[in-house]
């Protein structure tokens, strides 16, 4: 099915199962532990052997020489692979650095080698006593440091590096009201609760990955290319993962090392990353350097708006592209968006949940509050008086397919009690804290993909849904079955819904906040096409039946579409393709984050008191899992502003808080109240499910909230993350904590 006019009136929008608030399908299973995660197949591969990745102990260099004999004949050991004998290896194309390293060395704790035995612990105990030569070299560690030599990365996603409009530099000159500041964010890690993990096994010259991947269809094409074998010999399955954020989008160390290992041992491997490997041997977020100007005039009217951002990869990576919001959100006659890319040696950087609008707005949220307080501009009222209804680029010609902005700071302003927020800072205490409110913009580019799927009908009227999509603790598994039982016209209970095999029909897969939406019209097309083999068989016109209780109806006429599909059953499957309604309009997602805080008057420790958030992403497609998935990523951007923070050692080029002991993330009792309001939208230039992704919106905007109600409490204004106790004192002098 192609999606190139907008949706008109279909089953969906009868809203009896999509669109209503149900609990996850797999939740049982996984409370019960009978949800098996690639590390625990043991019915696929009983007879498991285990192995432990070896990673670098330099940052860049090579490996002069490898001694493996202690290791060989420690108790247990099976096989051990090394670059040596690993044979001859390609790179996928959505890996920077190999995964496999040796002779030549790319980044800190890049495996190297890995070590096969009968058991976990003589697997790890055997690795310590491999003993590796390095010669080392000197490496680029510091992205302050590496800025002047920044180039312009090549156009990926995130479309172009730089974009300008109108004149921007004279725009800003004669600006009545001008804020100019810079502004930081730090590496941080994915932390993802289980680890990158696989079982793998062959039979004859046939590969199956049991995985944690977030994009089956990318990992077969991955995997065939880094062991240079078709695809059609790769399957991967993975159909429980337990959380992802991005890190867990591409083939890692973890899949091919097990592939290798299973192979050299003639049995199936396991192996897992462990928790301190994971932030320097996988993939993270990179840190950025961020200078804003904006001009305005004396009514905080943008007339000027320009965002310039650094980060730094391995050779060959990409940029976090944290100037993208800043193309779309505001107003503004003369523009200027420019992103520079510093070749760092540090481990690979690559997409973290919602990659670019995450980190971008954590800067540009702040600069609009400085904006406000400039002009005397309530902080609400300026986002208002700068909403545009279409692309500021490119000009009314490319409005917005939906944009509910304005309402959503009006909503979520009234619901958190913003009118009670006194606007000098540090003038309100509660006890020993300072207590302040702040706020900021959400908004995430609404993405889509091509997702495909099938749908199954038995004589008894169950139905069965298989696509290679993924549910990464999201709820895609209910979200299907939603989709399904609404356009068939049977109870959710009726459906059965397949994930994460590659033996599927490809899907979009879980990332980009593309993922529900995408694979929901996948699975919609694909019920078009068994409706329409349904209402064929039943002699009735396609567009005129209707299917409800179990039955395809027209007129007084119906049958039992158990009935319909007989004994052997009936199948359908089709896709769906995007057409140019994402070029002809903007389509992205917004939202208003409120947040309240205490600061400690002695200590400056800062405590989040409540948040508040009102949202617009089209039809939201399960009400119960989306608030979740906007609380927890709420909560993660609570971890940005106050916590998270991947340490570089500048000396020998690695991440030092690597595990979740010095890594801080927060927990349930550092924000005792989150409130969410959805507003009701449908987006038809969206998808036939007029729906939007949201899983990755809620982080969008949170942290600088957090850092404007920081402000207002205290009168420190801070732009550098994460916004720790130390940086809070060593401004105190003159402020309300003096």
Partial sequence: ???????????????????????????????????????????????????????????????????LRAAQSAPGVLAIVTHQNAGPLGKGA??????????????????????????????RDAARLLRIDYSPEKGRYDLAAERGHATVPKEGFGGPADTAAGNFEAGFARAAVKVDQSYTTPDQSHAMMEPHATTAAWDGDRLTLWTSNQMVAWAVEDMAATLKIPKDKIRVVTPYIGGGFGGKLFLRADALLAALGARAAGRPVKVALARPQIPNNTTHRAATIQRIRIGADRDGIIGAIGHEVWSGDLPGG???????????????????????????????????????????????????????????????????????QYDPEAGPQRPFSSRKFVECLRQGAERFGWERRVPQPGRVRDGRWLVGMGMAAAFRNNLVAKSGARVGIDGRGHVVVETDMTDIGTGSYTILAQTAAEMLGVPIEAVTVRLGDSLFPKSAGSGGQFGANSA????????????????????????????????????????????????????????????????????????????????????????????????????????????????????????????????????????????????????????????????????????????????????????AAVANAIYNATGIRLRDYPLTIDKLLAQREGSALA
């Fill in 1 to 67: 099915m192609k999606f190139d006019t907008p949706a008109t009136t279909n089953p969906i929008d009868r809203g009896r199962v999509v669109g209503v608030a149900h609990d996850r399908i797999d939740g049982p299973a996984k409370v019960a532990g009978t949800a098996p995660y690639a590390y625990e197949r043991h019915d696929a591969a009983p007879q498991a052997a285990y192995g432990w990745i070896v990673g670098s102990a330099i940052a860049k260099g090579k490996i002069d020489a490898m001694d």
């Fill in 94 to 123: 959505r890996n920077t650095a190999h995964l496999l390293g040796g002779p030549i060395i790319e980044h800190y704790d890049q495996a190297v080698a890995l070590v096969i035995a009968d058991s976990f612990e003589n697997a």
């Fill in 318 to 388: 990409g940029p976090e592209v944290a100037a993208q919001q800043t193309r779309l959100l505001y107003r503004g006659t003369d523009r200027l968006t420019a992103h520079r890319l510093a070749e760092l040696d540090l481990p690979e950087a690559n997409a973290m949940r919602a990659p670019g609008e995450a980190v971008g707005l954590l800067a540009l949220e702040i600069a609009m509050d400085e904006l406000a307080e400039a002009t005397g501009v309530d902080p609400v009222e300026l986002r208002i008086r700068n909403d545009v």
């Fill in 520 to 703: 929901t019209a996948g699975l919609y097309a694909a019920c078009v096409a068994l409706r329409e083999k349904l209402a064929a068989k039943a002699g009735f016109p396609a567009n005129e039946a209707v299917f409800e209780d179990g039955l395809v109806r027209l007129g007084n006429q119906s049958q039992p579409i158990g009935a319909l599909a007989g004994e052997e059953g009936m199948w359908a499957e089709d896709r769906i393709e995007f057409g140019k309604l994402t070029q002809d309009y903007a389509q992205a997602t917004f939202g208003a984050h409120f947040c309240e805080v205490g600061v400690d008057i002695d200590t400056a420790e800062v405590r989040v008191r409540r948040m508040g958030g009102a949202f617009a992403a089209g039809r939201i497609l399960n009400p119960k899992s989306a608030r979740s998935q906007v609380i927890g990523a709420m909560t993660m951007g609570v971890g940005a502003a106050l916590m998270e923070e991947l340490h570089v050692d500048k000396r020998f080029g690695f991440f030092v808080n690597h595990d979740m002991a010095e890594y801080l993330v927060p927990v349930h009792a550092d924000i005792p109240e989150q409130d969410v309001l959805f507003l009701d939208e449908l987006d038809d230039k969206s998808s036939p499910m007029k729906a939007k992704g949201v899983g990755e919106l809620g982080i969008c905007g949170a942290g």
